[in-house]
């Protein structure tokens, strides 16, 4: 299809809502459950690193994958692994709600992580090849707003939700969300994407891609337990899996993964800042809706309405951010954003036994939402300005894999590095103490994301 629809036309409003609606339900469920972590470790008998994998079975199928379901949206139609991640995502969710102890839980986390990889990119490459060039920074502010609030708002709905009924909801409910995806996709959104003659699937870059990331994740995650012989095994398989998949790509006619991307310096620096920042939003967004019920004694609603200024935040401001980078370049947002968001990491850091909402919890969510807000636009718009437009779904793969794989590999990682045992999250002092100490690595490692943003060029557009 020619990119010719105009956004503000009817047509480019639905285009806009099923990417926002999609891909907002995905993004959704990988905060929400961040909330709901507490009374599901009650409910299910699960123990810390029970409950990470919950969180992240999630997150580590939906980064192994991720650059499959790019890559299979380019070659056999955007539209149509969208809608067949919409529908993966429901029915796991269904699953998720019904489950009876957490093996069961995982799992299904697993599958929805499957899902979410084959519907993630498809929504940003569907709006890149359908909207006319002039309206395409516009249209991906307008998504990473709402996006952006959908992940904000998981610990809001998921607290209301544990409340008013139970913690299973926070998965139910995406059944009837993603029927309406479904629908509007199916009347409104255009195909696009398409298969050169002869190509080929990379199926060993994905398969190694897969078995990297997982090796590596699972020794981060089960060394809360020790180091024995099958954590350093599954760490350094998973190293060598990933050191062979680097080798496959560059070797391979049709590449996953094409090389030619990262020579462009702009995409290669933007993913290393979106490294860095997700990395940092991930883990401070687990420990602190965790810090806030275990140490200072908020309910899971009350952790989740805490975080509402973030997401009021990110709807008055993300579209403008956007904008403004269309206009100036991205920059200085790119730099700024971070440091701001730092900030507001290090306020929070400071939450204990006795803090209150509005001198310890509201200055920090406000700064780091306000650093977020003037990141995230640009951030996504830069990944997809400087890739091959008939790549627009890889190159939204990577982008996407990057953050995930960062939030995956920041949650797994630093409650070890911290000192987090087990059943800390049990007993609101050693819980501080590690919390503390998690806050400042993710200070550290947001200032590190802005300084890399200065090898942006100062003439980018987006």
Partial sequence: MSPAVVLRSPAGRWIVLAAVLGSGMALLDGTVVNVAVKPIGEDLGAGLSELQWVVN????????????????GDRFGRRRMFMLGVGWFAAASLLCGIAQDPLQLIAARALQG????????????????????????????TWSAYTGIAAAAGPLLGGWLIQAASWRWVFLINVPLAALVLVVTARHVPESGHRRPGQRFDVAGAVLGALG????????????????????????????????????????????????LFRDRT??????????????????????????????????????????????????????????????????QLMGGPLLAAVGVLLLSRIDASATYLGDVLPGVCL?????????????????????????????????????????????????????SDQDYQDPAAFTDGYRVALLVCVAVLVAGSGLATMVPRQQQV
């Avoid at 079975?57 to 299979?72: E, H, N, Q, R």
């Avoid at 012989?229 to 993964?257: H, I, K, N, S, Y």
């Fill in 213 to 260: 990331l997982a090796g590596v994740t699972y020794a981060l995650i089960e060394a809360n337990a020790g180091v024995s012989t099958a954590v350093l095994l599954a760490g350094v398989l998973g190293l060598a899996a990933l050191g062979c998949f680097v080798g496959v790509e560059r070797w391979q006619d049709d590449p996953m993964l094409p090389p030619s």
């Fill in 267 to 332: 995409f290669s620096v933007v993913n290393l800042v979106t490294f860095a920042v997700y990395g940092a939003l991930g883990a401070m967004m687990f420990l602190l809706v965790l810090q806030l019920q275990v140490s200072a004694g908020f309910s899971p609603l009350q952790a989740g309405l805490s975080m509402v200024p973030f997401t009021v935040i990110m709807l008055l401001f993300s579209s403008r951010s956007g904008a403004l980078a269309a206009r100036i370049g991205p920059r200085a």
């Fill in 57 to 72: 079975a999630y997150l580590l199928f939906l980064a192994s994958l991720i650059l499959i379901g790019g890559s299979l």
């Fill in 114 to 141: 499957i899902g979410g990889a084959l519907l993630t990119p498809g929504s940003l490459a569907i709006l890149q090849a359908s909207l006319q060039p002039a309206d395409r920074s516009r249209a991906i502010g």
């Fill in 368 to 420: 780091f939402g306000a650093g977020m807000t003037l990141l995230v636009a640009p951030l996504t718009a830069s990944v997809l300005a400087a890739a091959p437009e008939q790549e627009a779904g890889i190159a939204s793969g990577v982008n996407n894999a990057v953050a995930r794989a960062a939030g995956l590999l920041f949650v797994a990682a630093l409650p070890t590095l911290v000192g987090l």
